[in-house]
C-alpha cells in the first residue's frame, strides 16, 4: 500500500495538472483459515454483515495515499455467510447503516445486492463516485 501511495506522489508531482493527487483506499483479505486483514487508508468503508448484522470495520483517518500514506490495521475472523463490504462515500454518504443491512440481510445473490446498494444510492442523489465491492464467506 505504501508503495502504491509513493507511486501515486510521483505521478501527480509530474505535472500541474496532477499535482496534489491522491486517493483512498480499502483492502481486504480473508485467508483459507478465515483470518481477515483490512487495511485502509482515508475515508472508504468496510463493513461485516454477520448473522443479520451490519458492522462498521473502519474509520474515517483524514488520509490519503500519496499524501500522508496513513494505512489503519483491522485484524478478525471470518465466520461462515459473512458477507463484507467494501466501498466509498458515494455509497455511506447517500445510503443509511440500516438500509445497506436490509440489503445485505436479503436472501438474493451477493451480486444483486451489489447492484442494488448501486441503484439505492444513484437513486438518492449520489453524486460522487459509487464504488461496491461485496464479498461472501462460505
Not at 47 to 58: A, D, E, I, N, Q
Request: aromatic letters at 6%; proline letters at 1%.
Amino acid at each position: 500500500i505504501l508503495t502504491v501511495g509513493k507511486h501515486i506522489k510521483q505521478y501527480g508531482d509530474r505535472s500541474k495538472n496532477t499535482q496534489g493527487m491522491c486517493t483512498t483506499l480499502v483492502a481486504l483479505r480473508i485467508k483459507p483459515n478465515g483470518v481477515v486483514n483490512l487495511r485502509w487508508v482515508g475515508d472508504s468503508s468496510a463493513f461485516v454483515c454477520s448473522k443479520g448484522r451490519l458492522t462498521k470495520l473502519t474509520f474515517d483517518n483524514n488520509s490519503f495515499l500519496g499524501h500522508n500514506n496513513k494505512v489503519e490495521l483491522y485484524d478478525g475472523k471470518a465466520t461462515k455467510h459473512d458477507i463484507y463490504l467494501l466501498c466509498t462515500d458515494g455509497l455511506t454518504n447517500n445510503v443509511g447503516e440500516r438500509r445497506i443491512n436490509q440489503i445485505l440481510a436479503e436472501p438474493r445473490t451477493i451480486t444483486t445486492k451489489a447492484n442494488m446498494l448501486v441503484a439505492e444510492a444513484l437513486h438518492s442523489g449520489g453524486d460522487d463516485n459509487i464504488t461496491v465491492a461485496l464479498v461472501g464467506v462460505r
